[in-house]
């Protein structure tokens, strides 16, 4: 059989190619695909072809061998790239590259920035923070509900300031005034 002549069969197998094809791929484009890059390894390799043997599942298995391949290869190459849309700007704060030694360094600065407070400030915002409500810490402290509430307020904005190097720039909600 002519190059010619195997070409010719070949072509002629398309429209049951690209039938199958759909049963792999479930998408109209990829199938075309798929029916392309099987005829061309056929009519490359066609002298492997031995003539008498059935064609259609010479180009069958052709096309069965390179979904697999093709399907192996983008699962290899998915795993190796990282698409940009998996990780955006914003989510780096929280990737894999943070660690324990990262948060005690942190947690020393928060602690460093507490003992900075003085201690008007100090024991009404700890004492807050450990749940206590503004009653109990009036009645604790003996003062009035309104100089506990803005004491909190000036501890809150002076660790603000202390820690300043930790605002990510992440937007902060903004709320509907009353």
Not at 9 to 23: E, G, K, N
Not at 62 to 76: C, E, G, L, P, S
Not at 127 to 153: N, S, W
């Amino acid at each position: 059989m002519t190059k010619i002549e195997f070409n010719t069969l070949v072509l002629r197998q398309a429209t049951s190619l690209r039938s199958y094809a759909l049963h792999f791929t479930h998408d109209a484009d990829d199938a075309n695909d798929l029916v392309q890059d099987t005829m061309l390894k056929a009519i490359t390799y066609y002298n492997k072809f031995k003539e008498g043997t059935n064609l259609k599942g010479w180009l069958y298995t052709i096309m069965k061998n390179t979904f697999i391949n093709n399907y192996r290869r983008f699962v290899k190459m998915s795993t190796f790239v990282t698409k940009s849309d998996e990780i955006s700007s914003p989510n780096l704060v929280f990737s894999s590259t943070k660690n324990q030694g990262e948060a005690k360094f942190v947690m020393d600065d928060i602690k460093r920035a507490l003992d900075r407070l003085p201690s008007d400030y100090y024991v009404p915002f700890t004492m807050y923070f450990e749940g206590h409500k503004y009653h109990e810490i009036a009645d604790h402290l003996t003062i009035p509900i309104g100089t506990v509430k803005t004491r909190i307020h000036v501890a809150r904005k002076l660790l603000k300031k202390n820690l300043k190097a930790y605002d990510n720039g992440i937007a902060k909600p903004i709320y509907a005034e009353n």
